[in-house]
């Protein structure tokens, strides 16, 4: 059962543009929401992550928007950058379950210089 | 603080063996949590372990098991190896405090033929 849907399953942008990513879940037990860019022969990387409580947070290039009434969360990469290339996934934990991250399936972006 | 460590990186085994994987978390991190990541079925978790006590478990057959020592380090075992057991096996650690915040590494490459 797939409690994490991530869409698109790929993506290619311009050096500079913006990359946006989408999440919706349908577990409202889920409190934490997390991104991890992975890679290729690397392990996922803590992005950035928000609580439901919040409905956006930033750092640095990287934006996450967070709509709790649509159960949908985004992961926006602003001024784009080929060193941005990688496959970033969203995930999502039940309140009380640190351990066990649920992941969507992923989406590889290509920045073209 | 040192990342979390996987040992080994790479494996290649034959079908019907056993493996046995190791993780290191980041000092002080007191839960380790397990996931297989593979290209048509993405990151899905394995178990979680904390204090020396399988805290959380996936919908994986009996034959993936785990245990975690006194010093945190965990290992995963697979037995009866099969070709559909070939995946990159990442390991991750939390303070299991109140951050939900975890941190991989770099996976063990697991090839069954």
């Known amino acids: 059962q797939q409690q994490v849907k991530q869409s698109p399953q790929s993506l290619i942008v311009q050096k500079g543009g913006i990359s946006i990513i989408n999440c919706a879940y349908e577990?409202?037990?889920?409190?934490?929401f997390p991104w991890y860019q992975q890679f290729p022969g690397k392990g996922p990387a803590l992005l950035i992550a928000?609580?439901?409580?919040?409905s956006e947070k930033k750092e640095g290039r990287f934006t996450i928007s967070f709509n709790k009434s649509a159960k949908q969360f985004s992961l926006h990469i602003m001024d784009s950058q080929p060193g941005d290339s990688a496959t970033y996934f969203c995930?999502?934990?039940?309140?009380?379950?640190?351990?066990?991250?649920?992941f969507g399936q992923g989406t590889t972006l290509q920045v073209k210089p | 603080k040192a990342g979390v460590t996987q040992t080994p990186r790479y494996l290649i085994k034959t079908r019907g063996q056993q493996v046995t994987l190791s993780c290191s978390p980041i000092?002080?991190?007191?839960?380790v949590s397990w996931y297989q990541q593979t290209p048509g079925q993405g990151l899905q978790f394995l178990f979680e372990?904390?204090?020396?006590?399988?805290?959380n478990k996936g919908n994986f057959p009996g034959r993936f098991s785990g245990r975690q020592f006194s010093n945190s380090r965990s290992e995963m075992n697979v037995s009866t190896l099969e070709l559909g057991d070939s995946a990159l096996y990442l390991c991750?650690?939390?303070?299991?405090?109140?951050?939900?915040?975890?941190?991989f590494g770099p996976g063990t490459r697991l090839t069954v033929t």
């Open positions: 991750a650690s939390n303070d299991a405090g109140n951050s939900y915040e975890q941190y």
């Open positions: 000092s002080g991190h007191r839960s």
């Open positions: 372990y904390f204090s020396e006590t399988q805290r």
């Open positions: 928000i609580r439901p409580d919040v």
């Open positions: 995930a999502a934990i039940v309140s009380g379950n640190t351990g066990k991250l649920i």
């Open positions: 577990n409202t037990a889920f409190d934490y």
